[in-house]
């Protein structure tokens, strides 16, 4: 909990003579820029700080560019959580994320990534410029053109650059959380765990990493200046091949029950569980051994003018609704406000018009509109938006905001995600309560599916029996 960022400033220096100079940096640093306002990342952050940062938004509500809403399901407790915090580094640059908990500490595990992992992306980053940036070196500004930087872009262009830093970035914060996920006193997470898809903006820069089934697309005007789908990043399920074989190396095990044949889940390979419904996660440390890891996919895309705006969303939506038809709902939305609970009440209607009979999933949204622009405060108020309420709108059936469980401990008899003994028993080998009709996608295939028609709502089917005999810390 003593982790900090600290973010003062270098100093730039020519090749040729040594004296300060002014030149180009990577945008996500401070050397030779000459700022027009602090941000509070000039100050020391410590996660303790978190709460009273300005421009991080973790409720449902919206930013200057963005508006973030989540709604529980039918399982239980909320185990989705989101963030949005603008001026993340310096003022171009924003962060976003959306986490999916999944067993019985989940909800725990999606608050603890959503509040450390930024934190942590913070200070690798600011590290890595520092070596960057120290005596001799040369900085770089991610949006600079290539005759800004003259011959110093031998060595590769200004975007490669950037994109390795960033790159290094989430692989090593993503290992630096699950790492801390795994000593963490007071988190169980050997059978709980977390997706997580977070993307930066900085500038035209697009930079996405992610782990698990959560998923990100962007609205986008074609030729004809037609609204499309862009499918911007991976759901990765353990029946891809290139997980599917990782997981097999490990010893691990992948398929389907019966009873549920679109559902492929990863096994220990002495017992049928946990039953895990995707490939890589934070926690799910029964697993880790067994070829689940959390290491990050990581890409880098330009964005254009005809780019309008990126959605975040967990499974939940991805589950009954198509890329398609989450672009037009976002697009046709009233206000740019109201665009995320708008997005969650079409997948709810969908959940109960599609399988009345299941259990709808907890549903996350993140919608980032990449013109900067919002809607005025009476338009969002307008929507039933009012500042008074939003702080207190998502706290509905959740646990309180804290890491260490002491609050708020999981009911196993309102969380299906996983299922009891006796359950067990009942139910046979059936992990689903609604038989659904899902489709293959080839591993060439870049516009993945997202269990689309299936009725998953569990991402872990039972506990490993081994669990409770655990040594004890």
Request: proline share 5%; hydrophobic share 35%; glycine share 8%.
């Amino acid at each position: 909990m003593g982790t900090c960022v600290s973010t003062s400033r270098s100093t730039c220096s020519s090749k040729s003579s040594g004296e300060p100079v002014t030149p180009p940096c990577l945008g996500i640093g401070f050397c030779g820029q000459k700022r027009t306002k602090r941000t509070f990342s000039d100050h020391l952050v410590t996660f303790q700080h978190l709460p009273s940062i300005p421009n991080r938004v973790f409720t449902n509500g919206k930013s200057r560019t963005s508006c973030i809403f989540t709604q529980q399901g039918r399982k239980g407790i909320n185990q989705d959580a989101m963030i949005v915090w603008e001026d993340f580094m310096s003022e171009d640059v924003t962060f976003c994320g959306v986490f999916d908990g999944h067993g019985p500490h989940g909800h725990l595990v999606a608050r603890k990534v959503r509040d450390a992992l930024p934190v942590k992306l913070q200070s690798l980053l600011n590290s890595s410029q520092s070596r960057q940036s120290g005596p001799g070196q040369t900085c770089f500004m991610g949006n600079s053109k290539k005759s800004d930087v003259g011959d110093l872009d031998k060595d590769g262009s200004v975007e490669d650059k950037l994109s390795s830093l960033w790159r290094e970035a989430f692989l090593k914060s993503y290992k630096a959380m699950d790492k801390e996920l795994k000593s963490h006193p007071n988190l169980d997470c050997f059978c709980s765990g977390s997706t997580a898809i977070t993307i930066v903006k900085q500038g035209s820069n697009l930079f996405m990493g992610y782990i698990g089934d959560s998923r990100a697309i962007m609205g986008s005007r074609d030729s004809n200046d037609s609204m499309v789908a862009v499918q911007l990043t991976v759901d990765l399920k353990p029946d891809l091949p290139r997980e599917a074989e990782r997981i097999k190396r490990c010893k691990g095990r992948v398929f389907a029950l019966q009873d549920e044949p679109e559902v492929p889940r990863v096994w220990l390979p002495f017992d049928d569980a946990p039953g895990l419904a995707m490939a890589r996660a934070f926690g799910d440390f029964c697993l880790k051994e067994y070829g689940v890891i959390s290491i990050p996919e990581f890409s880098h895309r330009t964005l254009t003018d005809k780019d309008q705006f990126i959605v975040l969303a967990s499974d939940g939506v991805w589950d009954v609704l198509s890329n398609d038809e989450v672009v037009e709902i976002v697009s046709s939305a009233p206000t740019r406000a109201s665009a995320a609970r708008i997005l969650v009440d079409s997948a709810a209607r969908e959940w109960k018009l599609k399988y009345p009979t299941s259990k709808m999933d907890d549903c996350a949204v993140v919608c980032l509109f990449l013109d900067g622009k919002m809607d005025s405060e009476s338009d969002y108020d307008e929507q039933g938006f009012s500042s008074a309420t939003l702080d207190q709108s998502n706290h509905s059936g959740n646990a309180a905001e804290s890491d260490d469980g002491q609050k708020s401990e999981p009911c196993f008899q309102r969380n299906f995600t996983v299922r009891s003994a006796e359950e067990n028993d009942s139910y046979g080998r059936l992990a689903v309560e609604v038989d659904g009709v899902g489709e293959t996608v080839s591993a060439e295939d870049q516009s993945w599916s997202g269990l689309e028609g299936v009725t998953r709502v569990n991402s872990l089917v039972q506990l490993p029996r081994f669990s409770e005999e655990r040594p004890g810390p």
